[in-house]
């Protein structure tokens, strides 16, 4: 797939965007674009490199290296020292997803897409719709915190939401691969800062609001309206999602959009309700009824409470897409979700649970699932930390969270980077009422938790699932727990 630099020129323009040209001859009108890149080291040739101006750097300072690879044309902010063709826009980040969504052949035209946001389930909800919709015999990519996948390939997430250009490019992928659904995590500063621009969904989905990235929302409504941007810029005519009726924001969502959205929860109103369920350590059973659909009686190998909701969340979502006999095998297939309650046992009789919870809800909704599947006479001991630079009020109320379920605490790092580990962990243990430890260092502290228990004994580490890397300061240091502590087991 290709077009040539007038095609991408028309575009925007007719978009209303003002563009101004910088050309060499005529013949520069006709330069065939295949791919659009903004960062220049993934330039090859046919590429429109987009100089991207961030917060860190300016993508027309590398206007000369992507030369070199092989780009073609520019989409820049200001006229460069440059023999390629140049279309010059105000902010290039204005244009750059539909622009590639040009250059790739609208790609989200050719998907079912499923959109997941909210603060709390993204990624749990992303993996059972994904399993749902294959179940149906369809070929689904995913798009989110931990994978991404063409349908083919399969590989680590950079993160949540890529730059609109990588979108793009990774749905053509998927639809050249033969996939006819695309399920993505849609996080809020991907919506806000419009990396999703050029993707449309058919299926908008929202999970429930609590505080988090305030530091960059700075207030909930905020927050809200950035995820609110899901529903009224980035979906199809027709399209039909999913809300939580038990969230206040998702309820707000429900009463604007009306019947375009089916509502689920707990609570009386909802369109789609779970009427009975029983969790064990070995699963969940649930029953949920759905207005205008059939009663379905499902099993789930996901524990907990948080996953009876995120199991409704991606069922009520699948409700009119796919057969009744594809969502009960999905709910039954889905896999072990990494950093995600990620069970371990260990040889000695205890076990480990592994959990991305970086939020006092999280934590609390974590370890409360716990203490009620274990019972009151199981030692639980909790490991975790805080993000540097991020919404310092949720450190005490962390502390607080633990201290109602764990018996023991153990404050460590998480993703310190510009702070200073120490401080963060005193700040977390103002808020603790029970027995504490600080070890800063994160491997040691999982170290000491895993040596400390005996037959029965729990240990819950969360705060950074399945990430692989340590941040402190300029430094990534290589560490995941779930690793760390089956690497302990496999020495003992």
């Given at each position: 797939?290709?077009?040539?630099?007038?095609?991408?020129?028309?575009?925007i323009?007719?978009?209303?965007?003002?563009?101004?040209?910088?050309?060499?001859?005529?013949?520069?009108?006709n330069?065939?674009i295949?791919?659009?890149i903004s960062?220049?080291?993934?330039?090859?040739?046919?590429?429109?490199?987009?100089?991207?101006?961030?917060?860190?750097?300016?993508?027309?300072?590398?206007?000369?290296?992507?030369?070199k690879?092989?780009?073609?044309?520019?989409?820049?902010?200001?006229?460069?020292d440059?023999?390629?063709?140049?279309?010059?826009?105000?902010?290039?980040?204005?244009?750059?997803?539909?622009?590639?969504?040009?250059?790739?052949?609208?790609?989200?035209?050719?998907?079912?897409m499923?959109?997941?946001?909210g603060?709390?389930?993204k990624t749990?909800?992303?993996?059972i719709?994904?399993?749902?919709?294959?179940?149906?015999?369809?070929?689904?990519?995913?798009?989110?915190?931990?994978?991404?996948?063409?349908?083919?390939?399969?590989?680590?997430?950079?993160?949540?939401?890529?730059?609109?250009?990588?979108?793009?490019?990774?749905?053509?992928?998927?639809?050249?691969?033969g996939?006819?659904?695309?399920?993505?995590?849609t996080?809020?500063?991907?919506?806000?800062?419009?990396?999703?621009?050029?993707?449309?969904?058919?299926?908008?989905?929202?999970t429930n609001?609590?505080?988090?990235?305030?530091?960059?929302?700075?207030?909930?409504?905020?927050?809200?309206?950035?995820?609110?941007?899901?529903f009224?810029?980035y979906?199809?005519?027709?399209?039909?999602?999913?809300?939580?009726?038990?969230?206040?924001?998702?309820?707000r969502?429900?009463?604007?959009?009306?019947?375009?959205?089916?509502?689920f929860?707990?609570?009386e109103?909802?369109d789609?309700?779970?009427?009975?369920?029983?969790?064990?350590?070995?699963?969940?059973?649930?029953?949920i009824?759905?207005?205008?659909?059939?009663?379905?009686?499902?099993h789930?190998?996901?524990?907990?409470?948080?996953?009876?909701?995120?199991?409704?969340?991606?069922?009520?979502?699948?409700?009119?897409?796919?057969?009744?006999?594809?969502?009960?095998?999905?709910?039954?297939?889905?896999?072990?979700?990494?950093?995600?309650?990620?069970?371990?046992?260990?040889?000695n009789?205890a076990?480990?649970?592994?959990?991305?919870?970086?939020?006092?809800?999280?934590?609390?909704?974590?370890?409360?699932?716990?203490?009620?599947l274990?019972?009151?006479?199981?030692?639980?001991v909790?490991v975790?930390?805080?993000?540097?630079?991020?919404?310092?009020?949720?450190?005490?109320?962390?502390?607080?969270?633990?201290?109602?379920?764990?018996n023991?605490?153990?404050?460590?790092?998480?993703?310190?980077?510009?702070?200073?580990p120490?401080?963060?962990?005193?700040?977390?243990?103002s808020?603790?009422?029970?027995?504490?430890?600080?070890?800063?260092?994160?491997?040691?502290?999982?170290?000491?938790?895993?040596?400390?228990?005996?037959?029965?004994?729990?240990?819950?580490?969360?705060?950074?699932?399945?990430?692989?890397?340590?941040?402190?300061?300029?430094?990534?240091?290589?560490?995941?727990?779930?690793?760390?502590?089956?690497s302990?087991?496999?020495?003992h």
């Amino acid at each position: 797939m290709s077009v040539n630099f007038e095609e991408v020129l028309r575009f925007i323009r007719a978009k209303g965007g003002n563009a101004e040209v910088s050309v060499k001859s005529q013949d520069d009108f006709n330069v065939k674009i295949s791919d659009v890149i903004s960062d220049s080291r993934d330039v090859t040739e046919g590429t429109l490199f987009a100089c991207i101006t961030g917060e860190n750097s300016d993508g027309h300072k590398f206007v000369s290296m992507a030369e070199k690879n092989g780009a073609c044309a520019l989409l820049c902010e200001h006229k460069v020292d440059s023999s390629l063709p140049q279309i010059i826009v105000e902010r290039v980040r204005d244009h750059l997803g539909e622009v590639s969504s040009l250059v790739y052949g609208n790609p989200s035209e050719k998907l079912l897409m499923v959109g997941v946001t909210g603060t709390n389930g993204k990624t749990t909800t992303t993996y059972i719709t994904r399993s749902i919709l294959q179940s149906a015999g369809i070929r689904t990519g995913l798009l989110g915190t931990i994978i991404e996948s063409d349908g083919v390939t399969d590989k680590e997430a950079d993160r949540t939401t890529p730059e609109s250009c990588i979108v793009q490019r990774q749905l053509a992928h998927m639809a050249g691969n033969g996939c006819g659904a695309c399920v993505m995590e849609t996080s809020s500063h991907g919506l806000f800062l419009g990396r999703l621009k050029g993707a449309r969904f058919d299926v908008p989905v929202f999970t429930n609001l609590y505080p988090e990235h305030l530091d960059f929302h700075k207030d909930m409504e905020n927050y809200f309206a950035a995820k609110k941007l899901l529903f009224t810029n980035y979906t199809k005519q027709n399209f039909r999602g999913a809300v939580n009726f038990d969230d206040p924001y998702g309820k707000r969502l429900a009463d604007e959009f009306g019947e375009r959205l089916l509502s689920f929860g707990l609570t009386e109103g909802a369109d789609s309700r779970v009427v009975d369920s029983k969790t064990s350590i070995d699963g969940t059973d649930l029953t949920i009824e759905t207005k205008g659909y059939n009663a379905l009686t499902l099993h789930s190998p996901l524990v907990g409470g948080f996953n009876i909701m995120n199991t409704l969340c991606a069922v009520t979502a699948m409700r009119g897409r796919v057969d009744d006999e594809a969502i009960v095998k999905g709910v039954a297939n889905v896999p072990q979700v990494p950093g995600r309650l990620e069970r371990i046992d260990l040889n000695n009789g205890a076990c480990v649970f592994v959990d991305f919870a970086h939020t006092p809800s999280a934590l609390r909704s974590v370890l409360s699932v716990i203490r009620k599947l274990s019972g009151d006479g199981r030692r639980i001991v909790s490991v975790f930390g805080h993000g540097g630079g991020r919404y310092q009020q949720n450190r005490p109320e962390l502390g607080k969270a633990a201290s109602e379920f764990a018996n023991e605490i153990i404050i460590t790092s998480d993703n310190a980077r510009d702070e200073d580990p120490a401080e963060i962990a005193k700040s977390i243990a103002s808020g603790v009422s029970i027995p504490y430890r600080i070890i800063t260092d994160r491997p040691e502290a999982v170290r000491t938790g895993l040596e400390s228990l005996k037959n029965g004994d729990i240990l819950v580490i969360t705060g950074k699932g399945p990430e692989r890397f340590i941040t402190i300061k300029d430094r990534k240091i290589p560490f995941n727990d779930a690793e760390a502590v089956k690497s302990w087991r496999d020495s003992h």
